[in-house]
């Protein structure tokens, strides 16, 4: 299976990723590492804690950068015109105090039709691309027979896609201390941040397991292994998991019907108040005000 389709899925990709990648399409069949001259020696990370709360010096900044191909000019007018990004992006500057700004590049250029959806590093942008909505939309169409059910699905997807790349964004800017792999914590933070927000955003928090299980559907056994990202079927399962413990009478039927077996459901109220707990503590210097939810309500 080709690298470029499924290499950095929900095209979350930072930039060692997408430099990875480029070694491995580049050198074919026989990838030459490329050995570093010199590794760094691990430094003790600046976290501040509550009494020392961080200053607010930055913020989340949208662009909707001109679309250069014509056939994403219709999804452009849905997101604007639904401004659930703008929702998003506004309830993350109410909620975080950060160091810098970061921007959030909504866009089909900057490397997209390679890259897809990742956080350059170096600049300090999130790049949300057209491309990936545009494959989120072929995929719910199937499924779904509405226009608006399907716009709904593709805007749900793209905002756990941005809160995925804030997540990395946060970890860098941060310099916050993790111990698991940096993608399953991105997937973590952008599943819990949509549950936290409350007025139906959980939904979308769904709508992102669902896409990860159509894309699990059409992967073949060879998916690699060694890939940076879980599985996308254990993607899918990990965000249920989080929603399902966040409230598990409201979601009963995700066991129900089977969507979240109950083998994994048992330990899901543990999963999600733990996680919670734990981005409490990660997160607590720089936040405005705890109370707040992340996010306005949802349109
Ligand atoms: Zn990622």
């Known amino acids: 299976m080709s690298l470029s389709v499924f290499g950095c899925f929900l095209s979350a ?11 491995r399409t580049e050198q074919g069949t026989q ?3 490329a050995i570093p001259e010199e590794v760094p020696k691990p430094q003790p990370l600046p976290v501040p804690t509550q009494a020392s709360k961080a200053r607010d010096l930055g913020d989340f900044k949208l662009v909707y950068a001109s679309v250069e191909k014509p056939e994403y000019q ?3 007018q849905v997101f604007k015109t639904s401004g659930q990004i703008d929702s998003l992006v506004a309830g993350l500057n109410k909620t975080l105090a950060l160091p810098t700004d970061i921007t959030i590049r909504m866009t089909d250029g900057s490397n997209c039709s390679k890259s897809g959806t990742h956080y350059r590093l170096s600049q300090k942008e999130i790049v949300l691309c057209y491309q990936d909505a545009s494959r989120y939309a072929q995929e719910f169409s199937k499924h779904l027979k509405s226009e608006a059910e399907i716009a709904t699905a593709v805007l749900d997807v793209s905002s756990w896609d941005l809160l995925h790349e804030t997540g990395h964004a946060l970890i860098s800017v941060l310099q916050l201390p993790i111990t698991g792999r940096e993608e399953d914590v991105a ?7 949509l549950i936290e927000a409350g007025n139906g ?7 992102a397991a669902k896409e990860f299980a159509y894309t699990a559907q059409q992967q073949s056994s060879t998916k ?9 079927q254990q993607r899918s399962y990990n965000i249920l998991c989080f929603v399902y413990g966040s409230n598990p009478k409201k979601h009963a039927s995700l066991v129900q019907k089977g969507t979240l077996p109950e083998a994994r459901a048992n330990t899901c109220v543990d999963e999600y108040a733990q996680k919670t707990a734990s981005w409490n503590t990660l997160l607590s210097a720089y936040l405005k005000n705890q109370a707040r939810p992340i996010t306005t309500p949802k349109s």
């Open 224 to 232: 690699e292994l060694w890939d940076v990202h879980a599985l996308d």
């Open 201 to 207: 955003w959980d939904q979308a928090a769904m709508n």
């Open 31 to 33: 990838p030459q590492i």
């Open 187 to 193: 997937d973590e933070i952008a599943t819990l941040k």
């Open 74 to 76: 219709n999804l452009e």
């Open 13 to 23: 990709c930072s930039d060692t990723e997408i430099a990875q990648k480029a070694v």
